[in-house]
């Protein structure tokens, strides 16, 4: 399998280089650090150009979150310490998890393992929907961090055992509103299902109507109809089953086609006292 090229991802950044001198010491692992998601995508994007791409991303779950001060007086240096998530908070776009989730768009090669100073099924199941391949805690052995950097490489993926059971139940239940969710779409007609791909591209009413060449008043029939045969009574609730139901926006509409222009003919001359003639005899 060769050698394996290491991304250590972590917003600490004595932590990162920490960590990546101590896997730099496996005689079979190259390692680089970064201290952000930017910093990240721009050493993948300069490995693949000096044609030695990553082969596997460590990334902080928590990424992009604020730190908590350390306490004051001397002391050894701890491992970074992140503010509590609160359960079913919305997590911030600049996390690990979104980080993973853009990789994995723009470098499908690279595996992404997750490094958590907790388990946390809801984040591990997003994790996995979003293309990680493993999820770690961070107080684990370097030799449990390495089993899972050559596992993930080898295709495969590496989650805690105390968190499958919540990651199974998640999953599940992300199957089963998405199923529920295009049973309730699949109900609307044709023209209901185009106005909710307007509300879904952030279209008002009086957009929805200039846009689909309808009255203000017949787009306001078929979004209520649309509410009411999701069962839902906004246009915000609406979307989010829209989305879970994997319902795409309404494109924008192209640039108008420029005119043909009418192709271009030789003038007719007028007829001649000869052509009028007709043929002369013989």
Known sequence: MGRTRVLVVDGHRIFAEALATALAAEPDVDVGAAGSAAAAERALERAVGEHRPYDV??????????PVPPPRGPAALPAPRRAPHPPGAQQPLSDGIALVARIRRA????????????????RAARALQAGANGWVAR??????????????????????PALLTGVVRELTSA????????????ALTPREEEVLR??????????????????????????QNVLGKLGVHSTLAAVAV?????????????????????PATAPVPPPTVASAAGPGPG
């Open 175 to 186: 199957r089963r509103d998405r199923s529920e969710s295009e049973r309730l779409v699949a």
């Open 107 to 122: 470098h499908p090669q690279v595996r992404a393992v997750l490094l958590a100073a907790a388990d946390d099924p809801q």
């Open 242 to 262: 829209a989305r879970r139901a994997g319902i795409a926006p309404l494109e924008p509409p192209g640039p108008p086609a420029a005119p043909v222009p009418a």
């Open 57 to 66: 991303v460590l990334v902080d779950v928590d990424l992009g979150v604020a």
């Open 198 to 223: 307007c509300m879904v591209a952030g279209l008002g009413r009086q957009a929805v109507a200039e846009r689909l060449f309808l009255s203000p008043h017949t787009v306001r029939t078929h979004m």
């Open 139 to 160: 107080e684990s052995s370097l030799g449990a961090l390495m089993t899972v950097v050559r596992g993930v490489r080898r295709d495969e993926t590496h989650l805690p």
